[in-house]
């Protein structure tokens, strides 16, 4: 017999903008409960984005994470002894989880500015197609179609 289907929270929805992707890049942002500080560094970044590219923020930003969302993924699987690379197509709610990880992972290992600076930096990037965070994905997608051989493996 199956499980029941688990029942998802409602979004909380950004104060500022309105926006419930906002409000969970906002979450994943956040460190120790410290709500307002994540709050602060994402709002920072979408100010810097408005003053450089004279536009709207929301715009790009969606637009960015619609650029490093991932189609597909490899997960290992054992088949007679051996770990074979499987590649799978990506959950929705999962494909938001790794383009907000890459960004911020991409942003962290950029060195001398502030997080805010960082962040909309990595946006405006992965709007026009480039960055870390794009080249994650495409290094995903890489090793996805490398492996698509074992795609008859999948469960």
Wanted: proline share 5%; net charge positive.
């Amino acid at each position: 017999m199956r499980r029941k289907t688990k029942i998802k929270k409602v979004e909380n929805i950004d104060p500022k903008y309105g926006s419930p992707l906002v409000g969970k890049f906002v979450n994943y942002i956040m460190r120790q409960g410290k709500k307002s500080t994540a709050q602060r560094v994402v709002y920072g970044a979408f100010d810097i984005i408005k003053e450089k590219t004279k536009g709207d923020p929301m715009e790009l930003f969606e637009k960015a994470i619609k650029n490093i969302t991932p189609a597909l993924e490899v997960k290992s699987r054992r088949v007679g002894g051996a770990n074979y690379q499987v590649p799978q197509p990506v959950r929705p709610d999962r494909k938001i989880q790794l383009a907000f990880r890459w960004v911020i992972n991409a942003a962290k290992a950029k060195k001398g500015k502030s997080m805010a600076e960082k962040l909309a930096e990595e946006f405006m990037l992965a709007a026009n197609n480039e960055g870390a965070a794009i080249k994650k994905k495409l290094d995903t997608h890489r090793m996805a179609e490398a492996n698509r051989a074992f795609a008859h493996f999948s469960w």
